[in-house]
């Protein structure tokens, strides 16, 4: 087993570039992180990486042994799927990624519930808005809530996530009731935008009669935090484009209500993603569809 954690820090190292990086990835020190590498240049008889203090690159040995290295991880990881598969038993741990609203109003609530009925199944649940890339910080699976761009992950269409665009009462009282898409921009409505570093302009996309159609709007607060948009929407700030199961408890009570519903937001696409070698592992599509029906049940109530 000390070979093949060898094998898995080498991989890791060498898909993030960084010690450090992989030794967090691994649950591990630095240290160890390079001591790992060090044990396995020495049964190999050749160094893997040149290092400097500043930076770490492979050698041409270390691009030549990752692509088998690769496989005989895929391998052992297959090997383990199908005795899994054999013992009706899954077992393991899950590094699973989801946005922060998805994650903790439809996916956080049903972890213990899973966890009681596989208790052979650890998960690790890490919720960001942010774009993660599922590759090179190790995860097994990540839920992805907007538009899908092409990419090597797997992905299994969960189902079509209804959106909405409201406001307060307080902030329609003062600014007025947009109708439309239109309205947004031509009046200079204060919309409240989720945004990363490096983000230019935002735009939101909305059914038109003549068609789907992207609106540049604009508006004094930005987050990276879609909680903290609902929270000064709610506040009378702005308005906001959201999943419609995220604010639903809010259109019921009145706190906030639809806006611009001439041209209502394109539904956002609910998916999983997953490595390809990954596709086969069973606790993995276990879980999908363990959270998927309840996904579908909470958006069917909303």
Known sequence: MAYLSNLRMFVRVYEL???SAAARDQRTSPAVASSRVAELEKHLGARLFNR?????????????FYEGAQRVLDAVQD????LTHASAQPRGTLFVAAPLGLGRRLIAPHVPVFKDEHPQIDLRLRLSDRKVDVTAEGLDLAFHLGTLEDSGLK???LADCPRVLCASPDYVARRGMPRDGAALVADRHDCLTLRFPGATEF???LQTPDGPKRFKISGPFESDDGDVLTGWA????GIILKPRFEVAEHLASGALVPVATDTPPLPATLAALTPHRRLRDPKVMLFVDFIATRM???MAET
């Open 296 to 298: 579908r049940a909470a």
């Open 17 to 19: 570039g960084s010690m």
């Open 155 to 157: 992905m299994r269409v």
């Open 203 to 205: 735009q939101w996309a």
């Open 234 to 237: 709610l506040d009378g700030r």
């Open 79 to 82: 090997a383990e799927a199908a």
């Open 52 to 64: 400097t203090t500043r930076s770490l690159q492979p050698t041409s040995n270390g691009r030549l």
